[in-house]
């Protein structure tokens, strides 16, 4: 309690304190506080972090740093408590926690003294905001699995629980996880006593209560956390999809609440990835359990046996995956309708692969994929030559000798002149004079030719697109099947159908891969936007806007990237509605053990993106190019900018006004970038890394905009970005994002 000679009128308030911290000489009677100073924000207050019971302030005294507590309401037996989890750790080495001490006549506001936790200072960050910074690393993610779990056995085999185990309690720092904030801590001590609170509520089970305080507390917690972590290392879009982040990792109370009709749980269920849907019964029977039967936080390896104290890196081929134990003291995982789990004490391994040779090896001993498309069975082994575009050339000219597929055996090809809009058909008697340039559509990594189908009475020639690959990719079957297997409840609208073929075409003596798809009738998407602008229809530039902006949120909402979005691969068809084309590069999250199989248009990639990069984020930074561009067209720019290339490189060369603090445009190159106030732990910051610096357009705006101006703020929106790492780029968001 605290003490003084009058009653106390009230509990000091976080502005009560800041007043209090900037007199340590009188306001503490600890010797080290005393001679200290708090740490001052840029305008020179006290640097504070407050919360629901408590303001947190950082004290230099010294070579020394504290982190100094300051309740904002007293708590019932709160020194006791305190007293006995000092004994215990004075006795008891607890891993994970830092040095502490409560001390009872800590800080004097207006007279009266009042208790404070003066403990040693982590300079980390919070699991939320590292994930936040990592969700796509799957080392930092499989590094963080293990300590978690190193830390929870650590804690049973103590006898031990946090009591509030969540995001804002584990903090990451120098590779290593830290627990703070012990106000409700539980120690053997403790038995029999009630809890003081009840801790975060998306991490906590529905029916907890202050009667459930002791060493099982921690379990539903850890079980949520742990499933966080390990779906977001097999999937990481999950993070994007689910807003991961936002006051939790994964899970939220509501999840808890209504599992049959969480949105979450349900993409769980019918996940593509199976080590992700297998554990759906378990998660399941967890939430639907009572707390008292919450099973304890325990791990399977792969080989079956339960060894308690003992972590396994989550990159260990023979212990790939923990696999949840399905009730306390079991020896074995349970099996049947209810786990979806291996039977014979196995715990299920990922698709996680070294590389991806190995990758496409476990996919097919799995059998990962099935449907109208073969089962697994390994890709066929191609020659080490591969073809160029002239053997493609002159084996496609003869359809009957080079096809596997009856249906194009039996088509004819026909011209296109480079161009989607060409169909001019070619009498069979002349194919051998048709020139290479206007039999193909030659892109960087593939050709594509135009043929028609046999007619089968009096309906239409049905036409396809057959895509030859210009050099051998190994795991393209594995890449190809993944995408044709993914659910695209939102964006199959924008997707061609198409069938990839193993042994699609024969040239010489050995036969390669082609894709056959429909063809689709209409204009490449920087074709269309030149032609409008011949004619001067910007009108219908601007009707493509909104299209754009849904077909890269149908993206978003199925989880996919294209990989490679650019205005090619973009088609508007006859009708005015949009398709994409070209899916070598895509990204879906039964790819997600896999990197990047090429990098895609380079002028409308981030600059940092390399072949490591490879998750839902690949398409964030190139639809805003491609937005901005489309929105710039719509303002009748001179011909010399009818091409978005011509545009983009422009933008790129040109000076940019951004603006400063005080709204005034500040000049700086491109290349010289924008100098950002100097934080002293940037990382902490969570709007100097997510909010946008650049203004929002008003209606009136758009009105009055004219061509220079959108390409100006369009420069603004690509230099932010390009100063943030390439998962951290922000999504396509027209509130945001408006440069028309």
Known sequence: MPRGDKPLVHWPNPQDYCEAVQFPEVSFEDPELQVGEVELTPIGLPKVASGNFASVFQFNCGAKQYAVKCFLRNVYNQHMRYGQLTQFTMTTHVPHMVDFEYILKGIRVDENWFPIVKMEWVDGIGLDLFIRKNWSNRVQINRIINQFVEMMQDLQRLGVAHCDLQHGNILVKDNAIKLVDYDNMFVPAMTGEASAELGHANYQHLQRTERHFGPAVDNFSAWIIYYSLYFLRLDSSLWQRFSGGDDCLLFRRADFSDPLNSRLLNCIKSHEIPDIRAQYQPLMELLYSPIDNIPTFGFRTAYGAAQQGTVYAASAPQAEAFAPVSRQGEGAVRTGDNYAVPSGGQAQQPAQAHNQQAAYDVAVQNQTMSGTWETYKAAPAYPDRWPRAEDFFWAAVKPKKCYTDEKLARGVPVATRGKTTMHVEVDANTQWSVVFDQLVIKGRHHMVFHVIGESQGDEERRQYAVKCFLSNIPDRHLRYSAIHKHKKNYSNRYFVPFLYQPNGIKVGEHSFPILKMLWVQGETLDDYVAQQLRLGNTGAIEELLPKFVALVKALNEDGIAHGDLEPRNIIVDESGNLKIVDYDAMYVPALANLQSCELGMKAYQHPARNIHNYGNYLDNYSSLAIY?????????????????????????????????????????????????????????????????????????????????????????????????????????????????
């Open 628 to 740: 901005g561009l489309l929105s710039c067209m719509a303002r009748r720019p001179p011909e010399r900018f009818w091409n978005f290339e011509t545009m983009l490189q422009h933008i790129r060369s040109q000076p940019l006004q951004l603006r400063g603090a005080e709204g005034r445009l500040q000049k700086r190159s491109l290349d010289g970038g924008m100098r950002l106030p100097k934080q002293k732990n940037p990382e902490s910051s969570v709007d100097s890394i997510f909010n946008p610096v650049f203004e929002k357009v008003s209606a009136a705006d758009y009105q009055t905009s004219t061509f220079e101006n959108s390409m100006q703020k369009l420069g603004r929106v690509l230099q932010e970005q390009q100063k943030r790492r390439i998962d951290q780029v922000l999504k396509l968001d027209v509130t945001l994002w408006n440069l028309t």
